[in-house]
C-alpha cells in the first residue's frame, strides 16, 4: 500500500506561486504513472499534469507553460511547481498513482487533496 500526503497549499494572489508536494510512504522508484488532478466548485475533477519514468509529460492546455510537474525518488515525492497563478486556478488539488501493485492487486490511490486559492 502506498499513503500519499499532500502539502504546499493555501491562498495567493493573481500571479504567485505555490509548490505542491505529495510525500509517498514508500519507494516510487518502480511506480512509472503519477499525476496532478484538480476539482473546483461546481466542476468535475480533471487532469492537470501527468508524469512517467522516461520523463513524458502531459499538462492541461489552460495550465501548459506556468505549470510543472516533477518527481524526486530520493524522497518519495512528487511536485507540482505552479507559477503565474490566476483565480481560475483555485480548486482542491489531488496527487494520483492510477496503478500501484500492492497485495495481489492494482491500485490507484489519492492524496487527501490540498486547497489552492488564488484571489485577484
Known amino acids: 500500500q502506498v499513503q500519499l500526503v499532500e502539502s504546499g497549499g493555501g491562498l495567493v494572489q493573481a500571479g504567485g506561486s505555490l509548490r505542491l508536494s505529495c510525500a509517498a510512504s514508500?519507494?516510487?522508484?518502480?511506480?512509472?504513472?503519477m499525476g496532478w488532478y484538480r476539482q473546483a466548485p461546481g466542476k468535475q475533477r480533471e487532469l492537470v499534469a501527468a508524469l512517467t519514468s522516461g520523463g513524458s509529460t502531459n499538462y492541461a492546455d489552460s495550465v501548459k507553460g506556468r505549470f510543472t510537474i516533477s518527481r524526486d525518488d530520493a524522497k518519495n515525492t512528487l511536485y507540482l511547481q505552479m507559477n503565474s497563478l490566476k483565480p481560475e486556478d483555485t480548486a482542491v488539488y489531488y496527487c494520483?498513482?492510477?496503478?500501484?501493485?500492492?497485495?495481489?492487486?492494482?491500485?490507484?490511490?489519492w492524496g487527501q487533496g490540498t486547497q489552492v486559492t488564488v484571489s485577484s
Open positions: 494520483n498513482f492510477p496503478s500501484v501493485y500492492s497485495g495481489g492487486y492494482y491500485h490507484d490511490y
Open positions: 514508500r519507494s516510487i522508484v518502480s511506480i512509472s504513472a
